[in-house]
């Protein structure tokens, strides 16, 4: 018999656990609408909205490193109201459900960005991208106050489940994830991307224009599913796990350390196919396992606690 995949996450039933994350899947998701069955895919996350358009940084803003890459994208996007009109209706076309993530500067931005959102229906979730820099170019997540007032302000006005995207860059990720949880998050996201750099030998000139950007793919997985790993043990709403899955079988690995569902970003931009080998390849290995949902994994990881040393 095949494994059910079907899930429920923030209070939606996704019919796998497989979602693109934010930024790495076309400019706005449906341009890719002719290379994969998008309807396959359990959630479509968006590239980040503001509320205004943004140009996002010069270039170069992409290189490539070991076992992954740095990007400084710079939130290039073409502002909420915008957005509202082709894109997000081609993408409700396409029958996955359709998170959009939202950035912002200051509280205001969330909320107005939200609030034009709200005008239309489809959209099943708001993911909040609080790794962006705020007005005094700090990283909303490392300014708490900011974080929880983000959430909060942003939770009353929305009308639909909010999910709070949080920075890996913390001294405590439990900590966070429980701020943005007594906020008012209805799930979280971990991680973003990894502040990091990389020098061209021909020139000793840094690869991005902005000197660093962040780190995603392959390489960061690792320190991700440790993300997610931390902060089930210490909170009750939902984990969208993120970082580094390229296969089915990290996809898996995030899901045993606590995410419900997961997004997958390089390795999509390697090649959209792969999301959909993702889904196939989950499947397969719960039906090896003999596993009839992919729900019994979560958290399953097994930790054998009289070998686990104080403090790990
Ligand atoms: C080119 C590029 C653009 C991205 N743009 C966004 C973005 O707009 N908003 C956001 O929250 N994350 C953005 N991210 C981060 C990804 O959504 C994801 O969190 C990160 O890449 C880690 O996942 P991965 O290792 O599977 O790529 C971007 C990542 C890349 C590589």
Redesign the pocket.
């Known amino acids: 018999m095949k494994p059910d995949l079907s899930i429920e996450f923030v209070g939606i039933k996704f019919k796998n656990p497989v979602f693109t ?4 899947f076309g400019y706005y998701g449906y341009e890719v609408v002719d290379l994969i069955p998008l309807e396959k895919l359990g959630a479509i ?1 968006t ?2 909205i503001t509320l205004e358009p943004r140009s996002g940084n010069a270039q170069p ?2 290189a490539e490193v070991t076992s ?2 740095l ?1 400084t ?1 710079g ?1 290039q ?1 073409i502002g909420v109201k915008s957005f509202v009109k082709e894109p997000l209706s081609n993408l409700l076309k396409i029958g996955s459900p359709v998170i959009v ?1 939202v ?1 912002g500067s200051s509280v205001n931005e969330y909320v107005e960005t939200v609030k034009i959102l709200n005008l239309y229906s489809g959209v099943s979730a708001i ?1 909040l ?1 609080l ?2 820099p705020n007005l005094k170019k700090k990283i909303v997540c490392h300014d708490l106050p900011l974080m929880q007032d983000v959430v909060k302000s942003v939770k009353k006005v929305s009308n639909v489940p909010i999910i709070a ?1 949080l920075s890996p860059l913390v001294t405590d990720i439990s900590e966070l994830a429980v701020m943005a949880q007594s906020a008012g998050a209805d799930g979280i ?1 971990l ?3 990894y502040p990091a750099m990389a020098i061209d030998l021909k020139t000793f000139k840094s690869k991005l224009s902005t000197v660093k950007g ?1 780190l ?3 390489c ?2 690792p320190m ?1 599913v440790r993300c997610v790993y931390d902060a089930y043990q210490d909170i009750k709403i939902p984990i969208l796990g ?5 296969t089915g079988e990290d996809a898996v690995e995030f899901m045993l350390a606590g995410a419900t569902v997961v ?7 390697v090649s959209p196919e792969n999301l959909i080998k993702i889904i196939d390849e989950i499947e397969k290995i719960l039906k090896e396992k003999n596993i009839k949902s992919v729900k019994e994994i979560i958290g399953a990881v097994n930790i054998v606690k009289n070998i686990c040393q104080k403090g790990l």
């Open positions: 994350a934010s930024g790495t996350v590239k980040t803003r992409i992954g890459m990007n994208i939130l996007n993530s950035a993911e991208n790794s962006c995207k996201t991680a973003n991307t962040g995603s793919g392959a960061i997985k991700s993120c970082g580094g899955i390229m997004s997958v970003g390089s390795a999509s931009l």
